[in-house]
């Protein structure tokens, strides 16, 4: 099956900071990749949908501004949280679909606790 | 729009019985229905799809899920389960057609007791 990397798996940064996360599709172009936002023992919420060389299309209630979204090539989407606080703690995951295929896969997801 | 309603939060249930995880969606639109697994500090991993056709779909692990349209439901089944199925899992919906994004429930906790 098709590979969706993410990196780093976890990171803990201190509030007021930014980070950035990496989301690859390893073996297959991804023009448009999704990333998901899930809190301890809750589903998954989609943040935004990350386009191939336009802008991210983000869901109500996501702050563009602080959830930055760049998809800067057909195998890479970085999500940055600015200037992060402990709200913003959170497991982040993404998911693609490779061309023609109905199943969208995910990356093996993205701890992010702010201290 | 589409919903998503998983009707249990947490189903426990002994080694080798079966069990029955239970979704009904909502939509105005013709879907897809997705389960997904996901185990602690992971992405998750499809366990199968309905997308046209029959309506008993059988996926990995000896999981399978029937589509009842009437009931707008896609409950998730298995005849006898073990300790590794422990995980949550996820019911999904999608907009028919390519690269939609994807609804989830709130997930259903599976935990298999010896």
């Known amino acids: 099956g098709a590979v969706v990397s993410q990196h780093p798996s976890w990171v803990i940064c201190k509030s007021g900071t930014s980070v950035k996360i990496e989301c690859r599709s390893l073996d297959f172009q991804a023009t448009t990749m999704f990333w998901y936002r899930q809190f301890p023992k809750q589903s998954l919420m989609l943040m935004a949908t990350s386009n191939e060389g336009s802008k991210a299309t983000y869901e109500q209630g996501v702050e563009k501004d602080k959830f930055l979204i760049n998809h800067a090539s057909l195998t890479l989407s970085t999500l940055t949280v600015t200037s992060a606080h402990p709200e913003d703690s959170s497991f982040y995951i993404c998911?693609?679909?490779?061309?023609?295929?109905?199943?969208?896969?995910f990356g093996q997801g993205t701890r992010l606790t702010v201290v | 729009a589409q919903s998503v309603t998983q009707l249990d939060s947490q189903v426990p249930v002994f080694e080798e019985a079966p069990v029955e995880l239970r979704c009904n969606y909502s939509?105005?639109?013709?879907?897809?229905l997705f389960w997904y697994v996901q185990y602690p500090n992971q992405g998750l991993q499809l366990l199968l799809k309905y997308l046209s056709g029959s309506t008993l779909v059988k996926g990995i692990n000896g999981f399978e899920a029937e589509f009842n349209k009437s009931q707008t439901s896609f409950h998730l089944r298995k005849p006898s389960v073990h300790i590794s199925d422990t995980a949550e899992y996820f019911c999904?919906?999608?907009?028919?057609?390519?690269?939609?994004?994807?609804?989830f429930g709130a997930g259903t906790r599976l935990a298999v007791h010896p």
């Open positions: 939509s105005s639109v013709s879907v897809y």
């Open positions: 998911s693609a679909y490779p061309t023609g295929n109905t199943e969208a896969f």
């Open positions: 999904a919906v999608s907009r028919t057609g390519g690269y939609n994004k994807l609804i």
